[in-house]
């Protein structure tokens, strides 16, 4: 079964300090990964995916993760952070190209 | 490219009424969509599958009486809540795979409020 620990409810961050929301995954298959942003009271923004190839993934926003297959890791950074990216993070799972779990959600707030 | 429009974005119902959200694919055909529950706070919890042209597949737990899905084209599923309590009160997203670019686009939410 696949499943998807996001290990922070909550992170405090002030603006332009760096920032790591993290994410381990347990699947016993091969794994497609993702990362979506959700502000309030709205859908599921993709802000990256990892599908195959290189494990550093950039995505929009100046957000990048890295897919790390021995700690079946994929945490989503970013070196220095706004206001504007105060929302909930979620991160997903999918294999076999077939439906995608979800996170508990990582709550990011920046702090002026 | 690739918009999933999901409709309403809000809607408040009395007790014992069926309320229906629509999910759309604009620009791309999507055989496969998902149906997801979010209560607040929480994570998104998928309900259901749901496949172009066939029975949807349902989650455990979840009543497929009483959330009826129908895909009746490649581009338009359709999720009712039927006989609505308040307890079904929360908020509903939709997402839609499309094929070979293998993507899934949500949309952007149905909040339903039963009074």
């Known amino acids: 079964a696949q499943s998807v620990t996001q290990l922070d409810s909550q992170v405090p961050v002030f603006e332009e300090a760096p920032v790591e929301l993290r994410c381990n995954y347990s699947s016993s298959v091969s794994v497609y990964l993702f990362w979506y942003v959700q502000y309030p009271n709205q859908g599921l923004q993709l802000l990256l995916k990892?599908?195959?190839?290189?494990?550093l993934v950039k995505g929009i926003n100046g957000f990048e993760a890295e897919f790390n297959k021995s700690q079946t890791s994929f945490h989503l950074r970013k070196p220095s952070v706004h206001i504007s990216d105060t929302a909930e993070y979620f991160c997903?799972?999918?294999?076999?190209?077939?439906?995608?779990?979800f996170g508990a959600g990582t709550r990011l707030t920046v702090k002026p | 490219g690739a918009v999933v429009s999901q409709h309403p974005s809000w809607v408040i119902c009395k007790s014992g009424t069926s309320v229906k959200i629509e999910c759309r694919s604009l620009d791309f055909q999507a055989t496969t969509m998902f149906w997801y529950r979010q209560f607040p706070k929480q994570s998104l919890m998928l309900m259901a599958t749901s496949n172009e042209g066939s029975k949807a597949t349902y989650e455990q737990g979840v009543e497929k009486d009483k959330f009826l899905i129908n895909h009746a084209s490649l581009t338009l599923s359709t999720l009712t809540v039927t006989s609505a309590h308040p307890e079904d009160s929360s908020f509903y997203i939709c997402s839609a795979r499309r094929d070979g670019n293998y993507g899934y686009t949500f949309g952007s939410g149905t909040r339903l409020t039963v009074v």
């Open positions: 990892y599908l195959s190839g290189s494990t």
């Open positions: 997903a799972v999918s294999y076999n190209n077939n439906d995608m779990r």
